[in-house]
């Protein structure tokens, strides 16, 4: 905290947390409260402040009853800080755990606070924390036709940035709108790329622990098909099922629980597969990149074909072909070739950012 705390001195502090923005076990607002620095307010991403709301859902502004600060909602409508909601505002603060796939909301919630701190000359530091998938870089590069809150940029689904590596990359390519920035990384200490970080708290409620981590980014395309990824089970991106998958020798049955209050086919009997139980298994199962053979082999099982995909397929693909060469039979080996040139380029882009070796 010595290399940051003096940047707080008599200025007016909004902080963009959530439950992983702690020190030693005490929510960032609450530590620095006790330090004497001026908050104004905490804007929340997806999941919201305290981190329980289901996936997608409507956040509502409020107030923190801990700390009687407003909270704004930085999801759904209001994605980016208005200048009214920044007139009493000197600082951001991003302190956010995030997992480091494309479809993860947290780097689009970065992109447009970078956005609003230019246009408002406001200063943003990222108080940076490692990336518990940083040693991967992988998937398919973004179509910008697919550009959405789950993809804003042309990166790969595993893209191995820190988010104070990703801001650096956002500013420094030009990919924001108004590159003139007053940003400050405060990076970590003994992390490099190579690193096993694990998370200490749970990202969002979903992402229960590491094993659910390390699968995420090959599961989560789960998310724009019929399959429940086991939302509303004790192990949400640890399985996959559905009703009508055939030959499958394991089930579950999603029901109502916390962040998963109506998961997809809730109250049915799910044949399907547990792909790992432990971080060590969904380690050797993913062979540090992206697995499509859960995917390819999910589509091959389902009778109904032309029921499988919903059209949100495509933005979590990041392209409008990734469906079709599913549909054609193409074998993992010749999909992964078709991003090969893309994720290249985007190696050496990466390259030029990196903070930590």
């Not at 298994?281 to 053979?293: C, I, Q």
């Given at each position: ?36 620095v ?117 990166i ?140 390819l082999?999910?589509y ?25 060469q599913?549909i ?16 290249d ?8 950012y990196?903070?930590?070796?």
């Amino acid at each position: 905290m010595d290399s940051y705390l003096h940047l707080f001195q008599n200025k007016r502090v909004a902080l963009v947390v959530n439950p992983t923005s702690q020190v030693n076990g005490v929510l960032l607002p609450d530590t620095l409260l006790k330090r004497n620095v001026h908050i104004t307010k905490i804007f929340s991403p997806e999941h919201g402040f305290r981190g329980n709301a289901d996936a997608g859902a409507t956040v509502q502004n409020g107030i923190d009853p801990k700390t009687n600060l407003p909270v704004i909602s930085l999801y759904g409508k209001n994605k980016k800080p208005s200048p009214e909601q920044l007139k009493d505002v000197d600082i951001i603060v991003y302190d956010l755990q995030d997992v480091g796939a494309r479809f993860y909301t947290y780097i689009s919630t970065l992109e447009y606070l970078l956005d609003a701190c230019a246009e408002n000359k406001k200063q943003l530091i990222i108080l940076d924390r490692p990336n518990p998938l940083g040693f991967i870089v992988d998937g398919p590069v973004l179509d910008k036709k697919q550009k959405s809150f789950v993809g804003m940029q042309s990166i790969p689904v595993i893209y191995g940035m820190t988010p104070g590596e990703y801001a650096k990359m956002l500013i420094g390519e030009k990919w924001i709108v108004n590159n003139k920035v007053d940003l400050t990384v405060v990076p970590c200490a003994n992390y490099n790329h190579k690193s096993h970080y694990e998370l200490p708290i749970a990202p969002s409620p979903n992402l229960k622990n590491m094993t659910a981590i390390y699968l995420y980014p090959s599961l989560c395309f789960f998310e724009g098909t019929v399959i429940s990824i086991g939302r509303g089970t004790d192990f949400p991106f640890q399985q996959y099922g559905h009703p009508k998958l055939q030959n499958q020798g394991y089930g579950f049955t999603p029901k109502s629980t916390e962040g998963a209050s109506n998961p997809p086919l809730k109250g049915q009997y799910c044949l399907g597969e547990k792909v790992a139980d432990s971080p060590e298994e969904a380690l050797l199962k993913t062979d540090d990149r992206l697995n499509l053979k859960w995917l390819l082999k999910a589509y091959a099982d389902f009778p109904e074909k032309d029921q499988f995909f919903i059209s949100y397929f495509e933005k979590l693909a990041g392209n409008d072909i990734l469906r079709q060469q599913i549909i054609s039979g193409k074998s993992e080996a010749e999909i992964r070739q078709s991003w090969q040139t893309d994720l290249d380029k985007f190696k050496e882009i990466r390259q030029k950012y990196l903070i930590y070796k």
